[in-house]
């Protein structure tokens, strides 16, 4: 009986799979980990690496994060446009300059689109850019130490959304506005908005060796919002894609009133034919008052100038080098296929996608097929740049990504789905969907000529009850799906910090091999650097003293001071005299109105310290560097500001 | 004994054969993991327990005495993950007599699995990104669907009518609103 029945079900079981037209594949996809090799595929071993880096912006929190894939697990956060006690970046004296602004110290953006550098249409994992949206400013954040040397603020622009996305060789990063602002600006009716107000699309140029930006030209657009950006590549290299939404120019009630024209544009902008036009001394320089801010990895200090002016392009004065793409439903995404002949608008009110190609654009240009112009700017005509359409491919269009191998991922917000399609046919050929409300997905390389079609990445904006509940505030999201099949293949789901907006990915290869381990202490140029333990002193000049302190296994030089009074202002210049990989020291004083320091391997930091009552007063060291790190501490007693104990320090003295 | 071994049985054959019949979604659960995985299109945040939050679009229509063809239509067309979405969402939903006043036969037509996409273009042409009250919806000429199409607003004295249907009561909820209406809305194609 038993043996029968095992043999009845054995037949029902082969039965129920042969008669089936799905693949195994299919399946797997569906089951998720129980049928498939989910669990394997993103399981990396103890010790061993992932195979690509994923740098996920943190959105509000102002961070980048920075993700192994495929395991998903959280191997650095960047601060960027944010204070950091972990790592004292804005909170030490070095890296405050780093944060300055036109409107003062902004200790706090909204990071977005992160974007790493090219070279021949190839990611070459120098740096990765990103904007912050809030005041508007670019940052760069080197590949080697992992931390931001340089941020530009973005002049005559406000809420830099359409940024930071970079050009094939990374020529320029470039800044598109969100908001159309007065340029220059000034007191005016908020309701003169229309024909008025200026959209600025900025082009910083990228030198090639240091990557130091410099804003190039400003390009200053119809008083639209600008919401995303991609270069043009291969064949349409030169060109750079701009989605538009608010061309109905309204300045109140943006849900209704931007969205009554059933087309907005994509703007293509011939960035080449504008540059000769800028270095033939085309333009206008017009004042202004932007700040610059790069920090030096050999003074490990950051410097802040203001810079006055910027020179601006008016697209009227370089005829044929900006035109209008009619694209339905407020497009938010506007990407560009690895060939550069396909440039996709995901109008975000919409259930179609609208694919247009770049060989009709320049077709309909030179045979000037314009359907009429906006403020002077040709508009061609839809059907004559249109290559096609996805039908209702889902709601919500929001952002696609490419594989390589002539497929498209887009993200649907409101059906909360990646559908695969295919480029050429249009054809939707898989959907899953993500829990949920996916905003952006990323393929490695995805904004490249040459990506890595191995896995798609969505990062979700909500997640209710998709991790254990940590009351009203819940983490977001990324998850992760393979895309090597013909179906895609949920593997993993993993929670994320602040709003992961936009991510780029790339081999780890291409970058693990040129990180920084430790900094020379013989090449630290830090102006309070102490380089020998002989030269640890303390300096009184009027209320303030400098402390020039070292720090080694397990002990701070000096480690007792005495002569500091209330009411003095002292400054500790700390610098760390390891040369081992990974043995970074902390510092912290209490009562000091600041984080701690982190400081690494022949690095110098200073945090400020105002003792406000005398007593003595313990530092120590923060991170557990050592078998005796609980012995490495000190003392400064504090006098009376009346007191004349002189200044003294010691270490190992009775 | 038997009789478990029989359901069981039972239980195999009816999985084999749903999963023929359907290409996209596999439906072996049961003979591997009957407790752990639930099918995809029960899955979503339609489907998240939440007792304290205000109800979605899709909650009013479920809690409706009126709308037990329009709750049909949408379980039917899988856009139930669709409409407890952060949206903002404008459900123009159509009553049950309604649905009753077209054709006869149009209704179970419409509900067969091989009209899923027309069902839901229909349904998606009753969707609006956005939540608008009725006297707010009277400053609009025409409102822009999620089916991709427009649906004229249209007001006489103090009625408003989408799409040709008259607006008879409206809901809000926590992701939108719900306006109920006495026609269902045909898209033009």
């Known amino acids: ?654 | 004994m038997k009789a478990t071994i029989k359901l069981f049985v039972l239980t195999i054959f009816i999985a084999g054969f749903t999963a023929c019949g359907n290409s996209n979604e596999a439906k072996v659960e049961n003979v591997s993991a009957n407790s752990e995985q639930a099918s995809e299109e029960r899955q979503g945040q339609a489907f998240v327990k939440d007792d304290v939050s205000e109800p979605t679009v899709l909650d009013i229509a479920i809690q409706s005495k009126n709308h037990k063809t329009l709750v049909a239509a949408v379980q039917a067309a899988k856009l139930e993950n669709a409409l407890v979405n952060a949206g903002p969402l404008m459900v123009f939903a159509p009553t049950d007599e309604a649905f009753n006043a077209l054709p006869d036969g149009t209704v179970e037509d419409l509900l067969k699995p091989e009209n899923e996409n027309k069902l839901s273009h229909i349904l998606k042409h009753h969707v609006t990104p956005g939540k608008y009250d009725k006297e707010f919806l009277k400053k609009f000429k025409k409102l822009g669907q999620a089916s991709d199409l427009n649906v004229p607003v249209e007001v006489k004295g103090e009625d408003v009518y989408v799409g040709g249907a008259k607006i008879i009561a409206s809901v809000p909820a926590g992701n939108g609103i719900v306006h109920v209406i006495d026609k269902v809305i045909i898209p033009q194609n």
């Not at chain 1, 804003?215 to 119809?222: A, H, V």
């Not at chain 1, 932007?290 to 601006?312: P, Q, R």
């Not at chain 1, 406000?612 to 007063?617: D, E, H, L």
């Open chain 1, 1 to 654: 009986m038993k043996k029968s029945v095992v043999y009845i079900l054995a037949l029902f079981l082969t039965g129920s799979f042969m008669s089936c037209n799905n693949s195994e594949n299919s399946k797997r996809g569906d089951l998720g980990a129980l049928a498939s090799s989910a669990a394997e595929k993103v399981y990396v071993a103890p010790g061993e690496h992932d195979e690509f880096y994923a740098f996920i912006s943190g959105g509000f929190s102002g961070q980048l994060s920075v993700y192994g894939l495929p395991s998903g697990r959280l191997l650095k956060v960047i601060p960027v446009f944010s204070q950091d006690a972990e790592k004292a970046w804005g909170y030490n004296e070095e890296t405050k300059p780093m944060l300055n602004t036109s409107h003062g110290f902004i200790p706090w953006d909204d990071a977005h689109h992160p974007d790493i550098s090219q070279t021949n249409g190839k990611l070459d994992g120098r740096w990765v850019f990103i904007n912050g949206n809030n005041t508007p400013r670019i940052a760069k954040i080197d590949l080697t130490t992992f931390e931001t040397t340089e941020i530009i603020e973005v002049p005559n622009s406000a809420g830099n959304h359409s940024s930071s996305f970079v050009t094939e060789n990374t020529e320029y990063v470039v800044a598109g506005t969100r908001f159309s602002v007065p340029v220059p600006q000034r007191d005016m009716p908020i309701k003169e908005y229309k024909g008025n107000f200026k959209g600025a699309l900025t082009f910083i140029s990228v030198e090639p060796e240091e990557g130091h930006m410099d804003i190039k030209f400003q390009l200053m657009m119809p008083g639209f919002d600008y919401d995303l950006a991609h270069p043009g590549r291969g064949k349409s290299h030169g060109w750079f894609f701009f989605s538009t939404y608010n061309t109905e120019e309204a300045n109140t009630l943006m849900e209704v009133n931007s969205s009554q024209n059933d087309k907005d544009f994509i703007a293509a902008v011939n960035w080449k034919k504008i540059e000769e036009y800028v270095n033939n001394g085309g333009g206008k320089t017009m004042p202004a008052n932007y700040a610059h801010n790069i920090y030096d990895d050999e003074t490990h200090t950051a410097t802040s100038i203001m810079k006055k002016e910027v020179l601006t392009v008016d697209p009227l004065e370089v005829p044929g080098a900006v035109f209008l793409l009619p694209t339905p439903k407020s497009p938010h995404g506007c990407d560009v296929d690895p060939s550069g002949e396909y440039i996709v608008g995901n109008g975000k009110l919409s259930a179609d996608l609208t694919v247009h190609s770049y060989t009709k654009m320049m077709a309909a240009i030179e045979n000037e097929k314009f359907d009429g112009e906006a403020y002077g700017i040709p508009i061609l005509k839809f059907e004559d740049v249109l290559a096609g359409t996805v039908k209702q491919a889902g709601l919500g269009p929001l952002h696609t990504e490419f594989d390589g191998e002539g497929n498209a991922y887009t993200s649907f917000f409101i059906s909360s789905e990646v559908v695969k399609w295919n480029m050429d046919t249009r054809e939707v050929i898989d959907r899953k969907p993500c829990y949920y409300s996916v905003g952006h997905v990323m393929i490695p390389g995805g904004n490249s000529a040459d990506p890595f079609g191995k896995y798609v990445l969505a990062m979700n904006k909500i997640t209710k009850d998709r991790y254990l509940p940590t009351g009203p505030e819940v983490t977001h999201s990324a998850q992760l799906y393979d895309i090597t099949g013909e179906k895609m293949e949920l593997l993993l789901d993993f929670p994320t910090i602040g709003e992961p907006h936009y991510a780029a990915g790339i081999p780890a290869d291409i970058i693990k091999p040129n990180s920084k381990k430790i900094y020379r202490l013989e090449e630290n140029k830090h102006k309070h650097a102490t380089l020998n333990n002989g030269d640890a002193r303390v300096e009184r000049d009027g209320n303030e003293v400098h402390v020039y302190m070292t720090m080694i296994r397990s002990h701070f030089t000096p480690d007792n001071i005495e002569g500091i009074k209330v009411g003095d202002k002292v400054y500790f210049h700390v610098t760390n005299h390891e040369q081992d990989y990974d043995v970074p020291h902390g510092i912290s004083m209490i009562g000091a109105n600041t984080s701690e320091l982190l400081i690494m391997p022949g690095q110098t930091e200073t945090f400020v310290w105002e003792p406000k009552q005398p007593g003595v007063w313990p530092f120590y060291c923060t991170d557990f560097c050592s078998a005796l790190h609980q012995e490495m501490q000190g003392y400064v007693r504090v006098s009376p500001a009346s007191s004349n104990i002189d200044l003294s320090w010691s270490l190992g003295e009775d």
